[in-house]
């Protein structure tokens, strides 16, 4: 079945450098991803989506590029605050509108 | 705009009983979604309901079911309750058409 996997279960960035959270996906015909925000306690938050027909979309601090090659994604923050601590997930969408999640990559943000 | 509502917070049970677990989606949103967060474990889907049917459901067993009621609010029932079924039940909402899943804080279950 499809997968969706993470480079890295932890990312420890200094306040104000940019942070770069990795996701690889299995399916080559995956054509919606996702990513989330959770912070402690809380369910997961939206931050951003992307289809399969763009490369690239930015948000408010935040990009999302897909290489589509080598089935692989990954979540820019510029500027990371404090406020961007939390566990980042990439998901993928599968058949029947369900979600398949990465492990999740905690962001720790040190001043 | 109110996001999706989950109740209760958090639910303690003995294995053997039976949970009960709610959801209520965001105002005008017909698709509800429920998904468990095992600790090490990540997101796992568990069902989909739309429009009151059940659409799809993940790799659990019978014993995980719910229903999706006429004004779109949902419940997830888990029933003979194991040890390991101790985690975070999250319910999403969708609007009919969208694939953006918008979740709720989640329900903390323990089982003792």
């Known amino acids: 079945g499809e997968s969706v996997g993470l480079h890295l279960p932890t990312l420890s960035v200094q306040e104000g450098d940019n942070s770069i959270i990795n996701c690889a996906y299995s399916n080559s015909a995956s054509d919606y991803f996702i990513w989330y925000k959770q912070e402690s306690g809380k369910g997961p938050q939206f931050i951003i989506d992307i289809r399969s027909n763009m490369d690239k979309r930015q948000g408010q601090r935040v990009t999302v590029l897909l290489n589509k090659t080598v089935k692989h994604l990954s979540l820019q923050i510029a500027a990371t605050q404090p406020g961007d601590s939390a566990v980042y997930f990439c998901a993928v969408l599968g058949g029947y509108n369900k979600l398949i999640f990465g492990a999740g990559t905690r962001l720790a943000v040190h001043p | 705009e109110a996001g999706v509502t989950q109740s209760p917070t958090h639910l303690i049970k003995t294995r053997g009983q039976q949970a009960t677990l709610r959801c209520s989606p965001i105002?005008?949103?017909?698709?509800v979604y429920w998904y468990q967060q095992a600790l090490g474990l990540g997101l796992q889907f568990l069902l989909w309901?739309?429009?009151?049917?059940?659409?799809n459901r993940g790799n659990f067993p019978p014993r995980f079911s719910g229903r999706q009621f006429p004004n779109y609010s949902s419940e997830l029932n888990v029933n003979a309750l194991e040890l390991e079924d101790s985690a975070l039940y999250l319910c999403?909402?969708?609007?009919?058409?969208?694939?953006?899943?918008?979740f709720g804080p989640g329900t903390r279950l323990t089982v003792l």
């Open positions: 105002s005008g949103h017909t698709s």
């Open positions: 999403a909402s969708s609007l009919k058409g969208y694939n953006e899943q918008f």
């Open positions: 309901y739309d429009e009151g049917e059940e659409r």
